[in-house]
Structures are given as structure tokens and as C-alpha cells.
């Protein structure tokens, strides 16, 4: 018996080290190994899992492709403004995603707000960072008659449609009414004469103009529905990793893999930045500073009550839908704190290289956004949502290189992203 | 033998190995349970969540809770729920004997107990379907998570409150 103790005693160390060597040679699986309810979460913010577009129910001609075709041409026509020279598109370029890189808008004046991407924007209820509009084709309406964006007014724009668009109209919404004996401008605007002239209008001519006014919209809208994102790198690696292929390995770097799990775990960007846009759509107070030089901004406060009121809302007369249609609007949040200061989560496809950030523009770039959830700053009104993260800077980087990987083209012939020919 | 060895009792050695053969076992086998269950980092959110889905399992879809004064049963149906889509529940109320209620004033509310937050629409209770059942409409969840949904009923003066959790 001693004999075996001894030599077991002996060769013990030998068997210690062997152990030791086989738990280090066991290390841990692969940097992207994901588990069951991480591979979920992945899945809910894949391309492939964005739903086709359902109807709009407001819009009775969102899908049509002549009033899609009819709708990008008065997007790039400057002569809906009150100088001639200011279109969507001056605001909305098509090579910035349908933004235009500034902190505020600049039309015949400047805007209070940063111009929004309109990429991806159909599939939200809610239009602008406060939600005041509720379709696309009712938001459209807004920057056409704001004094500070196109400035001008719908019997104006009425005209237009008379001398330049009346076969691509009337092929679309039917004929047009006679427009002759109506005043060149008029409309519900700030501008005194056009208001003016507006008032003096019957009832029935001021109907027939603002269905006309409706209709641009509605076209509007049927062309917008089209800019949707492309694939992206992330995509293709969520691809990868559903599909269980070891080459998914490739397609990320380390810090890329490490970024996306913060981004779906510890610093909480998958609570508003989720489903396949990375956005909820819905309204948050993250804390971001009150812009310098520009009056209280009470975001969805104020949106709420604007969407409800609205003269083209999914409820009034203009809209297409049944009342049973328009479940958003009869179930919206009208108040409570929680929608003080609250504002839209954009899209963060293609967020990179989309700045400055935030609804007034209040940081340059990626790397401010990124310290402010880090930091977590009380709100200037109302309750941030945000929590500090502690996260450290190189946790900071990893997360900025996987919010680089959301880039993507539009997913989109290249006719439909410039002004064709009239 | 070295006498080195002799001075330190045997069982003493044979006990420090078979300790170092078990951290090496428990080292891998470790290591391969908290990464098939965990992929990312533990943090307190997440093992929270875990208990969660302990009590979440109580008031799964198609399951019943009873009121917080035990006056009423409530069993609540769901369409299919999908983060960030407009669904209905249909709700089934009885009182503590199994009878139906009929026609009470229901209201809605709810939220998400770790963020804080409430229900991100207002539904409502806009129909009474007969046999106890009510059709609640505006129903919504933006975000994955722990939520919970409570029912305020009041049937002829007698009130109570029902809550359900629900793991997103």
C-alpha cells in the first residue's frame, strides 16, 4: 500500500499540472457565441425581420405607383415655396438619407427642430420628434405652409398642380375643379394677405382647394413609403449567426461583437432602439440639454395635443380610414410626465455619419451621444429614462464601432432618389 | 522516498489533490454551464430577469390571477404579442364563488416595474362581450422586458384590483 501512495504521491503534481492544462485548453467558446435569448434579441433587430409595409388605411393611394411617381415629383419641385427655391428636398437630401447634416432646418427661415431622415418613416404611427402628425401624407402639409420651411400656401400650390400636373393628377385623383375665379394665394397661414384672402373664401372653394392640398400629400406619402434601408453589415452577421455558420466570425471584429452585446445588454440601447429599424417609434425623455437660443421644447406634451387637434389627422374628414381604423390615435397617452420632454428614437440604420444628433441638433457627434447615456444628466423638464452606465472607454469605442456597422444604402433604383425629368 | 515527504502526513496530500483534480473539473464544467445559459455579461438586470420568468410563468398567456382582496377571478386571453404592435386581450371576470360579473367599470393600467414607466397607450375596456367576457383595446408593448397589466374593476360598488406580469 505504500508503495502505490508513494508513487502516487509522487506523480501527483505531474497529474495537477495535466488538470490544469486541460481546464486552460478548455477556454472559453469563441467571442460570438451567443445564447438562446440573445440570439432572439439579434433576431428582432434583423432586416429580415421588418415586416412588408401593412396599408395605410388614411391613404387610399399610399400604394399606388402612379401617385408614387407623381409624389417624387413635387418632392424635388422647388416652386411649392413661397421663393421658388426651397423643395422637400432642399431639406431632405436623398445623398444624406434624406437629412441635410444641420442642427436646424434651413428653408425661407430656419426651423426650431433638427430635419428628421425620412428613410424607414413609414412604418411609424407618429411623424416628428413630438409625433404632432400621424401619417406621412398629413405631415407633408406642415412644412408646405410653415412660414419658416416652404413658406407658401395650398391655393398657390393649388395652382401649380393646374398648370403643371394636371394629366399625372388627374390620372391619379380624378378631374380638378375650375381654379380661375379662386385668388392666387390664399390659405390658412401666419402670411396676413394669404390669410386674408383665405377667409373671404366660401366653404366649398375652400374644400376644394384643401382637397387638392390633401391629395400632394397623399402622393407625397406614396413616394416616401419607397425609401426603405438596404442590408447592412450587422445584417449580414445576424444572418450569419442564425443561420449557425461559423464564418459569421469573419464578418465581425472583437470589439464590433463586444459593442452589439452592450448594446443589447448593459447599456439598455435595445429598450427604445429595438425592432428591425432600431427604433420603438414611441416617445422618450433621455435627458438631452435644452438647446441655447430656442424657446422650452415640451416634445410630446405638446405633440400629443397637436396630433389630436390636427386638421388632417386619422380621424377627420381628409382621411380615407374608418373611426375603427385609427386605434393609435383613440388609445394615444394625452398626459402624464412621462411625455414631458419626450421625443421619437430615430432609425439608428445608417446613424453613422448622420449627425449632429438629438431634436435640436445639441451634439456633433457619436462620441457626445455616447458619453450623455454614459453620463446620464437629470432632465431639463421632466424625467430622463436614463440611468448612468459606468461603462468604460474602451466600452465606449466597442459600442460606436457596432453602431458603424448599421450603414447601408437605400434599398432603391437610383431613378427614385433624384428629380426625373417633368 | 525524500523525507520530506515523511513529515507531511499523506492524507494531507492526497486530500490537496483531489481538491486541485475537482477545481479543474469544476472549472470546465463551469465555465460550459454559464455560457450556454449566459451568453453575455451577468448583470443584476439580467439575473433579475431570470426570477422574473419565475413569476412571469404564473401569469402566462391563457392563465388566470386572482384579485388582490380575492373578490374576483380574472382569465385574460391574448392575441398573439408582438413588441411594438396595437393588439386586443379579452378578459374574463368571475367573483370568488365562479359567477360571472356582468357589466362592471374596468379600467387599465400597468408598466415596467424595473424602468419605472407606465403603459405606453391608454386602452380601454370598450366592450361588454356577455358571459363575464370584456374586450380591452389599445393594447401595447414597445419594448421587450418585465411589464405588468392591472385590471381596476368595480362591479355594483365591490372594487378590486387584478395584476398580471408578463415576460416580453
Not at chain 1, 387610399?60 to 415629383?73: I, S
Not at chain 1, 391629395?215 to 438596404?230: D, Q, T
Not at chain 1, 421632466?382 to 459600442?399: A, M, W
Request: net charge negative; aromatic share 8%; proline share 6%.
Amino acid at each position: 500500500m505504500k508503495r502505490y501512495l508513494s508513487k502516487l504521491i509522487s506523480v501527483s503534481p505531474l497529474l495537477l499540472v495535466a488538470v490544469m492544462v486541460l481546464a486552460s485548453a478548455c477556454t472559453p467558446p469563441p467571442h460570438d457565441v451567443w445564447s438562446d435569448s440573445d440570439t432572439d434579441l439579434l433576431r428582432g433587430l434583423w432586416i429580415g425581420s421588418l415586416e412588408p409595409l401593412a396599408p395605410n388605411p388614411s391613404n387610399q393611394y399610399a400604394d399606388d405607383p402612379r401617385a408614387a411617381a407623381l409624389g417624387k415629383a413635387l418632392f424635388f419641385d422647388t416652386r411649392f415655396s413661397s421663393t421658388g427655391d426651397v423643395a422637400c428636398a432642399t431639406c431632405h437630401l436623398p445623398e444624406r438619407m434624406f437629412q441635410d447634416g444641420t442642427a436646424l432646418g434651413h428653408g425661407v427661415g430656419i426651423t426650431n427642430r433638427r430635419t428628421m431622415t425620412v428613410v424607414g418613416a413609414a412604418y411609424s404611427p407618429w411623424l416628428f420628434w413630438d409625433g404632432r402628425k400621424d401619417s406621412l401624407w398629413s405631415q407633408a402639409l406642415g412644412p408646405w405652409e410653415s412660414p419658416v420651411e416652404h413658406g407658401g400656401n395650398r391655393t398657390q400650390y393649388a395652382h401649380i398642380i393646374a398648370e403643371h400636373y394636371r394629366t399625372e393628377y388627374e390620372s391619379v385623383f380624378g378631374p380638378l375643379p375650375d381654379l380661375t375665379s379662386l385668388p392666387a394665394e390664399a390659405g390658412p397661414v401666419e402670411e396676413v394677405q394669404a390669410a386674408a384672402a383665405w377667409a373671404e373664401m366660401s366653404q366649398a372653394d375652400q374644400d376644394a382647394v384643401t382637397e387638392i392640398y390633401v391629395n400632394m400629400g397623399k402622393a407625397v406619402e406614396a413616394y416616401e413609403r419607397l425609401l426603405l434601408p438596404g442590408a447592412s453589415r450587422f445584417d449580414a452577421y445576424v444572418e450569419a449567426v442564425l443561420q449557425g455558420e461559423p464564418a459569421a466570425e469573419t464578418l465581425f471584429t472583437p470589439d464590433e461583437v463586444a459593442g452589439l452585446r452592450l448594446f443589447i445588454g448593459e447599456a439598455n440601447c435595445i429598450r427604445c432602439h429595438n425592432g428591425p429599424l432600431l427604433t420603438d417609434n414611441d416617445f422618450h425623455n433621455t435627458g438631452v440639454p435644452a438647446a441655447a437660443d430656442l424657446s422650452d421644447d415640451m416634445g410630446r406634451t405638446q405633440g400629443a395635443q397637436q396630433v389630436v387637434n390636427d386638421e388632417f389627422n386619422c380621424l377627420s374628414q381628409w382621411s380615407d380610414a374608418a373611426p375603427d381604423d385609427c386605434d393609435e390615435l383613440a388609445y394615444m397617452l394625452l398626459e402624464g410626465e412621462a411625455l414631458m420632454r419626450a421625443f421619437k428614437p430615430p432609425s439608428l440604420r445608417n446613424v453613422d455619419g448622420r449627425g449632429p444628433f438629438m431634436h435640436a441638433g445639441q451634439f456633433e457627434s457619436l462620441e457626445e451621444v455616447l458619453e450623455h447615456y454614459n453620463r446620464a444628466p437629470s432632465a431639463p423638464a421632466g424625467h430622463s429614462e436614463l440611468e448612468p452606465l459606468n461603462l468604460t472607454p474602451l466600452q465606449l469605442e466597442q459600442l460606436l464601432a457596432f453602431l458603424k456597422t448599421l450603414t447601408s444604402p437605400i434599398n432603391l433604383e437610383a431613378v427614385w432618389l433624384s428629380s426625373g425629368s417633368e | 522516498m525524500p523525507t520530506f515527504f515523511n513529515r507531511i502526513s499523506t492524507r494531507l496530500i492526497i486530500a490537496t489533490f483531489l481538491l486541485s483534480l475537482m477545481f479543474g473539473v469544476v472549472t470546465i464544467v463551469g465555465h460550459e454551464i454559464l455560457f450556454a445559459t449566459q451568453g453575455s455579461m451577468m448583470t443584476i438586470n439580467q439575473s433579475l430577469s431570470i426570477l422574473h420568468v419565475l413569476v412571469a410563468l404564473a401569469g402566462a398567456v391563457g392563465i388566470s390571477q386572482t384579485s388582490e382582496q380575492n373578490r374576483f377571478r380574472v382569465f385574460y386571453q391574448a392575441e398573439a404579442i408582438q413588441i411594438n404592435s396595437m393588439h386586443e386581450w379579452t378578459i374574463h371576470v368571475e367573483d370568488a364563488n365562479g359567477q360571472i360579473i356582468e357589466n362592471a367599470q374596468i379600467t387599465v393600467d400597468g408598466g415596467m416595474p424595473q424602468h419605472g414607466h407606465g403603459l405606453p397607450t391608454a386602452p380601454q375596456v370598450t366592450e361588454y362581450l356577455g358571459d363575464g367576457n370584456y374586450r380591452v383595446e389599445g393594447m401595447k408593448f414597445q419594448m421587450p422586458g418585465w411589464w405588468i397589466v392591472s385590471f381596476h374593476i368595480n362591479a355594483d360598488g365591490v372594487e378590486d384590483v387584478v395584476t398580471f406580469n408578463l415576460n416580453l
